[in-house]
Nanobody, 124 residues
Framework: QVQLVESGGGLVQAGGSLRLSCKAS????????MGWFRQAPGKEREFVAA????????FYADSVKGRFTCSRDNAKNTVYLQMNSLKPEDTAVYYC?????????????????WGQGTQVTVSS
């Protein structure tokens, strides 16, 4: 069992930056590939980024490529999402998720555990 807690969301102006953190409980964090998803009001949850178990591989949605960076620190049981050049269309609740079996999956059903989400609002 893994519990995930996101933090770092907030209100930022377009062009600004935020760094989201997701801290996992338990001693097996490095056994999980991690992902970030987001859900805007009235829209489906969508894939944002993912990182492999050891952090050597990262994956991004086309909409965030070049602006967002996903990283992890297994010693701290934490995965990060650095978001730069934010746009109003990035406004959403951001969720981190953990997958035992799939690295880099863009499908939410491949993830076994989810955090409660953190709100990111980008004003124009």
């Amino acid at each position: 069992q893994v519990q995930l807690v996101e933090s770092g969301g907030g209100l930022v102006q377009a062009g600004g930056s935020l760094r989201l953190s997701c801290k996992a409980s338990g001693r097996t964090f490095s056994s999980y590939a991690m992902g970030w998803f987001r859900q805007a009001p009235g829209k489906e949850r969508e894939f944002v980024a993912a990182i492999s178990w050891g952090g050597g591989s990262t994956f991004y949605a086309d909409s965030v490529k070049g602006r967002f960076t996903c990283s992890r620190d297994n010693a701290k049981n934490t995965v990060y999402l650095q978001m730069n050049s934010l746009k109003p269309e990035d406004t959403a609740v951001y969720y981190c998720a953990a997958s035992l079996g799939y690295s880099g999956s863009t499908y939410s059903y491949d993830y076994d555990y989810w955090g409660q989400g953190t709100q990111v609002t980008v004003s124009s």
